[in-house]
């Protein structure tokens, strides 16, 4: 009985104190990496300069007559001062893309020698200042000549140039790259292009958000299953030719909703695991077991490519960790439907082929409800249901519109409750090895372009210079990563009530998928 007693006690302590206790940058491993990231369009500019050609997001924000990258951040040119403001910052790992037509203008062939150098000086000065670089090959932005010539990724002509611009990566750089993303956010990108056909390389202001050609709800699958081709092909050509003498690894990134029943129904819950077939496991079933999901061959049918029995053994095995781009958790339902749920503004397509219903808290179809418990609930399912693959966090990170503060204090509350729930996921088993901000300065933003920004420095974007100045968020983060701010489990809690509450905290994004006009 005494012992019981004792036992109980200790237990109340245990519990007690894993609530109170704040935690800091040394709670996690060494090892485990902390960064920031952002994408070549995005940052670059000179986006005619030095031998580059257009890529299909020059010309689609050309084509929309709206705001463009032509000259962004300036990163190709500032690139040594954003180095330094990460070294100011402590990051630990700076996540960023090659622009392939800035390296190899014709697509294939010749090698730019000042896209080249550009890229080598770069990665250099990250060594320098011992910033672990974690290079994306593709960023949405395909050498506007291979969609000219064949239509990009909806034809198997991409996975031997894929491969071959790979090749000059891990040839080049990969010396100094231990990390390599081979396709961001795979997923959203095959049903944002050839789903949606709202952007890159479907460029036609008078089709706007309609499919690019008939064949939209089979073309969605069609680049999907390319890109699985192109990355495996990539990965498996690394494995021979580099990976014993670079000793790197390789992994596909897919966008990752945290996804959550509605109610307890049966229903419900029966919907939440389609929407994780159909969102997971599309990429990770053939990633990780060599073929795609049971629900979506049933329901695809012939659209559905299929994998030959080589095609299935070189997919399975070729990602050494999946890449997240988690924002935002979505609940999910068969029979909810009181108002504009994000299925139904867009009832086509892949969300038609999925077939449940996905909402967010408030029940609007463009309001991002961060809810960190939703991605601490990704990393168990991912641990539990794909044998525990490494992960890596590559995005997550909050919006606010450009010009309002440097005070960005709701940014350091979103970042400091999604480092929380990493934590908790690592204490339960998950194998996930770093978290990276989007993003690390305000950039041209995909959806959004200059009105809304991530950035943890602020850029003047009307100043020629493009001045940065740090916000709050900066000189947080920097604090938490030299271990001198710690994060008390309280502040989460709380944080997780201010949000799901009706707080007026709450901000709005226009969704990839949400029809634009
Ligand atoms: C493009 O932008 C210019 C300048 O703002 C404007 O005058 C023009 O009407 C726009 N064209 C279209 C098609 O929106
Ligand atoms: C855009 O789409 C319309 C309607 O399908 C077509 O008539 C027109 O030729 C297209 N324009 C371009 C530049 O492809
Ligand atoms: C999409 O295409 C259909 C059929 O061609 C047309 O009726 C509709 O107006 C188009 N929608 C938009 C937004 O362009
Ligand atoms: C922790 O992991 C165990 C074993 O995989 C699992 O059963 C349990 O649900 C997990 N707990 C949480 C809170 O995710
Ligand atoms: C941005 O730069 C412009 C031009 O140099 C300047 O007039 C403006 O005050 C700057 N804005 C901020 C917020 O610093
Ligand atoms: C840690 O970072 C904070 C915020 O940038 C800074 O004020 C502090 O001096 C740093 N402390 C150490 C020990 O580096
Ligand atoms: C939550 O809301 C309360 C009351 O508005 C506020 O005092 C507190 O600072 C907020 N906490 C967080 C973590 O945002």
Request: glycine share 8%.
């Amino acid at each position: 009985m005494k012992l019981f007693s004792l036992f109980f006690i200790f237990l109340v302590i245990v519990l007690a104190t894993n609530y109170i206790n704040a935690f800091t940058r040394n709670d996690f491993q060494e090892d485990f990496l902390f960064g920031a990231a952002i994408s070549a369009y995005q940052w670059e500019g000179a986006f005619d300069e030095d031998g580059k050609t257009p890529s299909v997001w020059d010309t689609t924000s050309h084509c929309y007559n709206g705001s463009n990258g032509d000259i962004a951040c300036d990163g190709y040119h500032k690139y040594k001062e954003d180095v330094k403001l990460m070294a100011e910052m402590g990051l630990e790992a700076f996540r960023f893309s090659i622009s392939w037509s800035r390296l190899i203008p014709n697509g294939r062939g010749s090698i730019n020698p000042k896209g080249l150098l550009f890229y080598k000086n770069l990665i250099k000065e990250l060594r320098i200042h011992e910033i672990e670089p974690h290079v994306t090959l593709y960023h949405y932005d395909l050498p506007q000549c291979l969609e000219d010539e064949y239509g990009g990724w909806i034809n198997r002509k991409i996975i031997e140039d894929f491969t071959a611009f790979a090749d000059v990566c891990f040839r080049e750089f990969g010396e100094d790259v231990k990390l390599w993303t081979t396709i961001n956010e795979a997923t959203m990108f095959a049903i944002g292009t050839y789903g949606e056909g709202v952007k890159f390389g479907h460029c036609n202001v008078t089709k706007s958000i309609n499919c690019s050609t008939k064949n939209s709800c089979v073309e969605t699958y069609l680049a999907g299953h390319n890109m699985l081709l192109a990355h495996a092909s990539a990965s498996n050509m690394y494995k021979l030719k580099y990976k014993s003498k670079q000793r790197g690894s390789i992994g596909l990134s897919i966008f990752a909703f945290g996804l959550s029943p509605y109610t307890n129904s049966k229903d419900d819950e029966i919907a939440t695991q389609r929407a994780k077939a159909f969102l997971y496991g599309w990429m990770l079933k053939p990633l990780v077991f060599g073929d795609y999901p049971d629900e979506m061959k049933s329901t695809l049918g012939l659209r559905l490519p299929v994998f030959s029995e080589e095609e299935s053994e070189q997919v399975k095995g070729s990602s050494d960790f999946v890449g997240i781009i988690h924002y935002q958790t979505f609940y999910v339902t068969i029979t909810y439907q009181p108002g504009p749920s994000f299925l139904s503004t867009i009832n086509k397509g892949f969300y038609k082929d999925m077939g449940v219903n996905l909402i967010s808290n408030e029940i609007t179809s463009s309001v991002e409800d961060p809810n960190p418990w939703g991605l601490e609930h990704d990393l168990e399912y991912l641990k539990q249901s794909y044998n525990n693959t490494p992960i890596y966090i590559l995005e997550n990170g909050f919006p606010s519109q450009h010009d309002s503060m440097l005070q960005d204090t709701p940014r350091v509350e979103y970042i400091k409750a999604y480092i929380g729930v990493v934590l908790n996921a690592i204490k339960n088993g998950s194998d996930t090895r770093g978290y990276f901000v989007w993003s690390m300065i305000d950039l041209y933003e995909l959806l959004d372009g200059y009105m809304y920004s991530y950035g943890l420095y602020y850029v003047n974007f009307s100043d020629p210079g493009r001045k940065r100045s740090p916000k709050l968020s900066a000189s947080w983060y920097s604090g938490f990563l030299n271990g001198t701010i710690d994060i008390a489990s309280r502040d989460i809690t709380q944080f997780q009530s201010n949000f799901s509450g009706s707080s007026s905290s709450r901000f709005v994004v226009t969704f990839w998928w949400a029809e634009k006009d």
